[in-house]
């Protein structure tokens, strides 16, 4: 999003061609319209920038972020933003200013992940009658004793995201399922919290899988038969047998299919964002 050759890390000798100050890179609107593209095409957005003319001015905000987590990123991203103070970024972007600027104390890193279990539920609760798994009894608890936050009609803001996952601290977002994690009946025997590495998908109390979950499971259980091999075997035959509907589910559709399905799952979540950013 800026000039590469700007940057010279803190306590290193300056990079070959490096420049001698801060310069923005323009090609931000070549990056903005392609990448409105690819989410247009994939039916995330509702509309390309295709025909729309864009400027620094209109974008300053929204591409912030880009700035803020590379070198000398906010020093760039008051730059971008024409921003003499953080009183006046604050100004703009309100409770939003904590995702510009990389969190470094253990307060904003909390907000941070108090906020993504706000949306891992908001999640869940869109795609309840899809999910599947031995964890759906403490799922739906979670949701009824978050059901007024839930149902609330107003725009689902960073803040109430934060207070929905403060609500739901045992919420935690694997890669093959959403745990709702209890000592109780945990099978991957963790103490504090989930040892995703010794997770049983689907089997056990805490587990619930997304279709997205399920597609990515039955994913790895074909890739343990290619090549076919004694250890695959092995490996995709306790997949099975933990999930043993996954595979029935799945029989009919292609790896492309599949992986279509996971890589939806990615979209949708990106279209809810955008949506409660608009």
């Given amino acids: 999003m800026f000039d590469q050759r700007l940057a010279v890390p803190f306590g290193k000798e300056p990079r070959s061609g490096a420049r001698d100050g801060l310069y923005l890179d323009t090609s931000f609107d070549k990056l903005l319209r392609n990448a409105a593209s690819l989410l247009f095409d994939r039916g ?27 070198e000398h990123g906010a020093a760039l991203a008051a730059a971008y933003g024409q921003w003499d103070s953080r009183q006046v970024a604050a100004g703009y972007v309100g409770d939003v200013y904590k995702r510009l600027i990389t969190p470094v104390d253990p307060e904003d890193v909390d907000d941070e992940i108090m906020m993504s279990k706000g949306e891992a539920l908001v999640a869940a609760r869109n795609q309840r009658p899809l999910l599947t798994g031995r964890g759906l009894p403490r799922l739906d608890e979670a949701l009824e004793r978050s059901e007024p936050k839930l149902a609330n009609p107003a725009p689902l803001t960073p803040a109430r995201k934060r207070a929905l996952g403060k609500t739901n601290r045992n919420l935690h977002q694997g890669t ?32 619930v899988m997304t279709p997205g979950n399920r597609a990515r499971y039955e994913l790895m259980r074909r890739q343990y038969l290619t090549p076919d091999t004694v250890v695959g075997r092995r490996g995709a035959a306790r997949l099975d047998n933990l999930n043993p509907d996954i595979k029935v589910e ?13 890589k939806q799952q990615y979209d949708n979540w990106v279209a809810a964002t955008l949506q409660v950013s608009q």
């Fill in 176 to 207: 093959l399922t959403l745990c709702l994690w209890q000592l109780e009946g945990a099978m991957c025997g963790g103490q504090a919290g989930p040892d995703f590495a010794r997770c049983a998908p689907g089997e056990c109390r805490n587990s």
């Fill in 44 to 70: 995330v957005i509702t509309r390309s920038l295709e025909g729309t003319k864009v400027n620094a001015r209109q974008v300053r905000i929204t591409c912030g972020q880009a700035y803020a987590s590379r």
């Fill in 250 to 262: 799945f029989a009919d559709k292609t790896d492309d299919e599949l992986r279509d399905l996971v």
